[in-house]
Structures are given as structure tokens and as C-alpha cells.
């Protein structure tokens, strides 16, 4: 499939994800905080941003490269941590390691993701960061960092504005716990994205594989 063609914007696959996916997965995915006004407003902060065009300058070659911590990447953006991907789709966090390598632009894997270090290294190439909510306990965080270096992770990236879990009311409503709970509400829900729940079949429920 053309993704280009059959989905020519982010809002094309916007809705195409959230086909593919069970309700309790969108939810997740796509809910934040409380009446999510610091998420609209990030959109509208988007939104805002305005590219002023220079032209009659002369032949040249468009660059989108740029240099980040000390590496060459060929695009200025890359694959930002999103916790228990591999919910949201199977084996997502090795998925995304491949492309990102293939593409040379970092991923960066969650400290939450359903995939350890160890599992995702193998695939990430020179592309691999690490996201990392400091846990009070000096050992388990000293222990949690070497593991992500030895498995090729190179860029640690540091979460400190979360002191409390988020209250995210779109996800108390499609009743989704962790760690997850196959209620009846639930497995209607997988049984009617039967690509998902196949899937899903063959990796397990998943679980915040780092932390274990």
C-alpha cells in the first residue's frame, strides 16, 4: 500500500490507526490529562508555527540534516518515547527500532514500554535512545541506565515532570487497568480488531518489561 496515495495526511492516518486498533488502545493512545487543555494547546502552539519562504537566492540543494549531541542525522525529527507501545500494536517498540534504523533517525524507547532494552537493542543500529523515569532507588536507576548502554542505547533522555501518575479520564471511562485485565468489555472490544487481537495472541499481554 501507498501510503502516499491512500493516505496523503496526518489526519488520513489518524483515523486509519484508530480503525485498526481496539477502542480501550485509541483511548490510551490518544487521551491526556485531565480535560487535556495543555494537549490543545500544544496543537494550537503547532499550529502557529509559520515558514517564511526565501527565494531568488540562488541555486542550492535542500538540506533537512542536523546535528543533535553530537551526531549527523538526515531529518530533524525522530521517534519520540510513548509508553506500552507495544499495546497499541504488537511488537511496536521492535517495529519502530527497525525503521528508525533503516531510516537513521533516533528512536528513543520508554522506560514503561512492553520491550527491554536487551530486546529492542538488537534492532536499533546507531539510532538508539533511552527514556528513563528516575526511580527513587539509586540501585534499580544504576542498573536500569547500564543495561540500556550495553544494549546500544547511546542518548539518555530524562523525564522529571511527572511527580504523580496523570488522571486520564478518557481511559478511566474505556476501563483499561495496569496491569491490564481482560474483562468481558475487553475482549469484545480485541474480538472486533481481529488483526490486532491475532497479533496480539502470538506476543502476550503485555507489561512494562523494563521494570520487572
Request: some cysteine.
Amino acid at each position: 500500500m501507498d501510503l502516499d496515495v491512500s493516505h496523503p495526511s496526518l489526519d488520513d492516518l489518524r483515523a486509519r490507526a484508530r480503525w485498526r486498533v481496539p477502542y480501550f488502545v485509541w483511548e490510551y493512545l490518544d487521551s491526556a490529562t485531565g480535560d487535556e487543555t495543555s494537549h490543545h494547546l500544544n496543537r494550537v502552539a503547532l499550529d502557529a508555527i509559520r515558514l517564511r519562504p526565501r527565494v531568488l537566492n540562488g541555486d542550492f540543494t535542500p538540506d533537512l540534516g542536523t546535528h543533535l549531541m553530537g551526531r549527523d542525522y538526515p531529518l530533524p525529527f525522530g521517534m519520540a518515547p510513548v509508553g506500552m507501545s507495544g499495546l497499541i500494536w504488537p511488537d511496536a517498540e521492535r517495529l519502530l527500532a527497525r525503521v528508525s534504523a533503516k531510516s537513521s533517525i533516533p528512536y528513543c524507547l520508554s522506560t514503561v514500554s512492553a520491550k527491554t532494552p536487551e530486546q529492542v537493542g538488537p534492532h536499533i543500529g546507531e539510532q538508539g535512545w533511552f527514556q528513563l523515569y528516575p526511580p527513587r532507588d539509586p540501585e534499580v536507576r544504576r542498573d536500569m541506565l547500564a543495561r540500556a548502554e550495553g544494549a546500544g542505547f547511546h542518548t539518555l533522555i530524562l523525564t522529571v515532570d511527572v511527580p504523580v501518575a496523570s488522571r486520564r479520564e478518557r481511559l478511566r471511562k474505556a476501563r483499561l487497568s495496569n496491569p491490564m485485565r481482560m474483562t468481558p468489555r475487553i475482549i469484545v472490544q480485541a474480538a472486533m480488531r481481529p488483526t490486532w487481537a491475532l497479533n496480539m495472541l502470538s506476543e502476550g499481554i503485555p507489561h512494562l518489561a523494563t521494570l520487572e
